[in-house]
């Protein structure tokens, strides 16, 4: 965790993440991404600087057999507050609209259902756990299938709900995390999605994963040429 916790620091630093009286909303899917941020933002505000709050908050997409009893028994171990709010969202994403690419769609629904959640309970920001390789990739999937050089930002302002959306772990690596998950034996809910795996971003995934081989700073000189590159991800002056 001190490495995860060092580079999670460095990106709420870098980007201003986290200000005085935050009440922030941890997305949780129950993944051990989720998971890790949850448990490094319930360490960082132990000692961070700017007092702030945390939420837990995870979205039922109404699969059957999903159990987040045991990611409730760890909210109540780390003190943060815990809800669960269910959906019918894989009937409406497989069922109903029946949908040949589904991922995107389940993935606006669900982010849809977290910020509505997190005003709910009167939170200003939501945490999600975006990891290093998610942005590579989301990189490389806006240049490949898109055209275009574009990302997720670090922060983001949605007006319409007058919520940010931050990623403290875009500094942290993929690896890190599943270490960290498998030796704080982390209670990660099974996916029963059926696209799980089989998406475009597993494409990616692959793509750089190749590429890190042949050169050993492939990634480096991407986060490099992206927060070079994109207005969003030049770091702000302390």
Same mark, same amino acid.
């Given at each position: 965790?001190?490495?995860? !916790?060092? /580079?999670? @620091?460095?990106?709420?630093?870098d980007y201003h993440m986290i200000a005085e009286g935050d009440?922030?909303?941890?997305?949780?899917?129950?993944?051990?991404?989720?998971?890790?941020?949850?448990?490094? !933002?319930?360490?960082?505000r132990r000692f961070y600087p700017n007092k702030f709050d945390?939420?837990?908050?995870?979205?039922?997409?109404?699969?059957?057999?999903?159990?987040?009893?045991?990611?409730?028994?760890?909210?109540?171990?780390?003190?943060?507050?815990?809800?669960?709010?269910?959906?019918?969202?894989?009937?409406?994403?497989?069922?109903? @609209?029946?949908?040949?690419?589904?991922?995107?769609?389940?993935?606006?629904?669900?982010?849809?259902?977290?910020?509505?959640?997190?005003?709910?309970?009167?939170?200003?920001?939501?945490?999600?756990?975006?990891?290093?390789? #998610?942005?590579?990739?989301?990189?490389?999937?806006?240049?490949?299938?898109?055209? @275009?050089?574009?990302?997720?930002?670090?922060?983001?302002? !949605?007006?319409?709900?007058?919520?940010?959306?931050? /990623?403290?772990?875009?500094?942290?690596?993929?690896?890190?995390?599943?270490?960290?998950?498998?030796?704080? #034996?982390?209670?990660?809910?099974?996916?029963?999605?059926?696209?799980?795996?089989?998406?475009? @971003?597993? #494409?990616?995934?692959?793509?750089?994963?190749?590429?890190?081989?042949?050169?050993?700073?492939?990634?480096?000189?991407?986060?490099?040429?992206?927060q070079t590159g994109l207005p969003a991800w030049q770091k702000?002056?302390?």
């Amino acid at each position: 965790m001190r490495k995860i !916790l060092s /580079r999670t @620091r460095r990106a709420v630093d870098d980007y201003h993440m986290i200000a005085e009286g935050d009440k922030i909303a941890v997305g949780v899917s129950g993944g051990k991404d989720s998971l890790t941020l949850l448990c490094a !933002l319930a360490e960082l505000r132990r000692f961070y600087p700017n007092k702030f709050d945390i939420l837990a908050l995870s979205i039922d997409m109404g699969f059957d057999g999903t159990d987040f009893s045991k990611v409730q028994e760890l909210c109540e171990k780390i003190g943060v507050e815990y809800i669960i709010e269910k959906t019918d969202i894989a009937e409406v994403v497989f069922d109903i @609209r029946k949908e040949s690419n589904p991922c995107s769609l389940c993935a606006k629904m669900r982010r849809g259902g977290v910020n509505d959640l997190a005003v709910k309970n009167g939170c200003n920001k939501v945490a999600l756990g975006h990891h290093n390789e #998610d942005v590579l990739e989301t990189f490389f999937l806006s240049l490949f299938y898109e055209g @275009r050089l574009g990302c997720f930002s670090p922060v983001t302002y !949605l007006s319409r709900k007058d919520i940010h959306v931050i /990623r403290p772990l875009i500094y942290v690596a993929e690896g890190d995390i599943k270490g960290y998950a498998n030796r704080a #034996d982390l209670p990660v809910v099974y996916n029963p999605c059926p696209m799980d795996g089989k998406s475009k @971003r597993q #494409d990616m995934k692959e793509f750089i994963n190749s590429g890190q081989k042949k050169d050993k700073f492939f990634k480096k000189k991407i986060l490099n040429a992206i927060q070079t590159g994109l207005p969003a991800w030049q770091k702000l002056n302390n």
